[in-house]
């Protein structure tokens, strides 16, 4: 059970920092476009 809990805090962990850092490149290359259309 707590090796469950562990594995599973950090697959959350894992899909979290993988969620952020796509938004991050997301934002990224929206700002850039944006910017180069102005």
Known sequence: MLLNFKYNSFFKRE???YLISN???FY???FLQSA???
Do not use: A, D
């Open 36 to 38: 180069k259309v102005i």
């Open 23 to 25: 938004l991050k490149k």
């Open 15 to 17: 899909i979290l920092s």
């Open 28 to 30: 990224i290359t929206n």
